[in-house]
């Protein structure tokens, strides 16, 4: 085989892989654009003073009972 054959065979195969890894970078850059549009338009998880007040922990979780019954007549008084 002569020279000039040599060197083009060779280069057929790094200008494959030369092409493959173009296409590669693109569809990473491609996926990274795609799933950033996507975060940016997902909702954003409430704040903690948004959430649903049974979604919270109990708040006399951890009372005595003399907190219990004073926190119970508080609840009493605001509800008459």
């Known amino acids: 085989m002569i020279a000039t054959g040599t060197l083009a065979a060779g280069g057929q195969a790094s200008l494959f892989l030369i092409s493959a890894g173009v296409v590669l970078v693109l569809v990473l850059i491609g996926a990274f654009w795609f799933g950033s549009r996507r975060r940016r338009r997902a909702v ?37």
Do not use: V
Not at 53 to 64: H, I, L, M, V, Y
């Open 44 to 80: 954003a998880p409430p704040r903690p003073s948004e959430q649903n007040p049974a979604a919270q922990g109990r708040e006399d979780s951890w009372q005595t009972p003399q907190e219990r019954a004073r926190n119970e007549e508080k609840h009493r008084y605001a509800e008459q």
